[in-house]
């Protein structure tokens, strides 16, 4: 059974880093054609991706946030973690992470977590 | 960028057929496979995955749903229609990164 769960801080202030963590269980990331990516959705609005981490470490970027954002992996304690550098109240929304199945779509994804940048 | 252009709203009558349409900026299809893919996202909820590869039902989805379409355009079907699928449908592309999203369409009741 695939879960995962997306951990982060809440609240932060415009200029620090923000630092998000999906804890999964269900799958191996370092199996073939696996990855775990990161989406958002501000409040009443649509979904926006934000970066993929693949099986072999490949990494896919938003080019619109890439110069922000650093994916990276914990194989051996199951986690995959984003950080968003400088963030700003655009970046107010909800955080999901999700299983990236071969073909890069996402078929089970975290409950997602609410992260709000304000001062 | 491509680009996934959906339509914001569609209503529908319970028991009736629901279409709901992406069309994308370019091809997203590789020979016979069709890298869009379509999620069912309901108020307070995670998205949920009910089509991949444009026609491919996913797990635990019930058959009322099915895609269809290729290169450009893509369609998801609902028929018929239940009370239970009041919710915003988003189409996702992954032909090429980054891997977008369509606006979303939300669906209502006539």
């Known amino acids: 059974q695939v879960t995962l769960k997306e951990s982060g801080p809440g609240i932060l202030q415009p200029s620090q880093t923000l630092s998000l963590t999906c804890s999964f269980s269900?799958?191996?990331?370092?199996?073939?054609?696996?990855?775990v990516g990161w989406i958002r959705q501000p409040s009443g609005k649509g979904l926006e991706w934000l970066a993929t981490?693949?099986?072999?470490?490949?990494?896919h970027y938003n080019p619109s946030l890439k110069s922000r954002l650093t994916i990276s992996k914990d194989t051996s304690n199951n986690q995959v973690f984003l950080k968003i550098t400088s963030v700003d109240t655009a970046d107010t929304g909800t955080y999901y992470c999700?299983?990236?199945?071969?073909?890069?779509?996402?078929?089970?994804w975290g409950p997602g977590t609410m992260v709000t940048v304000s001062s | 960028d491509i680009v996934l252009t959906q339509s914001p709203v569609l209503a529908v009558s319970l028991g009736q057929r629901a279409t709901i349409s992406c069309r994308a900026s370019?091809?997203?299809?590789?020979?016979?496979?069709?890298?869009m893919h379509w999620y069912q996202q309901k108020p307070g909820q995670q998205p949920k995955l009910l089509i991949y590869?444009?026609?491919n039902l996913a797990s635990g989805i019930p058959a009322r749903f099915s895609g269809s379409g290729s290169g450009t355009d893509f369609t998801l079907t609902i028929d018929p229609v239940q009370a239970d699928d009041i919710a915003a449908y988003y189409c996702?592309?992954?032909?090429?990164?980054?891997?977008?999203f369509g606006s979303g369409t939300k669906l209502e009741i006539k």
């Open positions: 370019q091809s997203v299809s590789i020979s016979s496979i069709n890298l």
């Open positions: 590869r444009a026609s």
């Open positions: 999700a299983h990236s199945a071969p073909y890069w779509y996402f078929d089970f």
């Open positions: 981490i693949g099986w072999e470490d490949v990494k």
């Open positions: 269900g799958f191996l990331l370092s199996a073939s054609s696996v990855g």
């Open positions: 996702q592309q992954s032909r090429e990164s980054p891997f977008t």
